[in-house]
């Protein structure tokens, strides 16, 4: 770059020397120095424009390095975040399915209960009709009763309902389903 940089000064140098001879002004000598102190000073820019372009090239190196190392700290944490997370979510999950376990076997309870109520209600209204039918059987068999009574035949006189009612109150291991 210096050499072409100095055989293009040199045909500037020599423009300018044919220029400066033409007006008469100053000698070749002295336009020679011109020339050297104008090519020695661009030099001394440009090596302090390269310095500056290093030293913004190593800023941005050195940005970029620091923001490289944030970046990983950064990912450290998310990455730490994350994994608490996910055992926050199996310790949910886990929770979650003893919480469905447990409203399955409720709902079954509550089923049988309701079940249980249903067929306690039908008994107690089969109950009331029974009590309404057993006081006409009542009637019934105190007429029945009665005949018999008249009548000597014994077989007359049995009251089978009487007899079954007081055989299951004397076998309470005897239980017969309600529903």
Known sequence: MASSSGSGSSGSLSAALAAAAAAGGGTEEELRALMEQRRAKRMLSNRESARRSRMRKQRHLDDLTAQAAHLRRENAHVAAALGLT???????DAENAVLR??????????????????CVSNTNAAAAAAAAGAAVAV???????????ASSDPFLAFDGA?????????CPEMSFPLC
């Open 139 to 149: 009637s019934i068999t105190a007429a029945a009763a009665a005949a018999a009574s």
């Open 162 to 170: 009487a007899a079954i009612d007081d055989l299951l109150k004397s």
């Open 101 to 118: 376990t447990q409203a399955a076997e409720l709902a079954a309870r509550l089923a049988s209960l309701n079940d249980i109520i249903a």
């Open 86 to 92: 996910a055992q926050g979510l199996l310790a949910v």
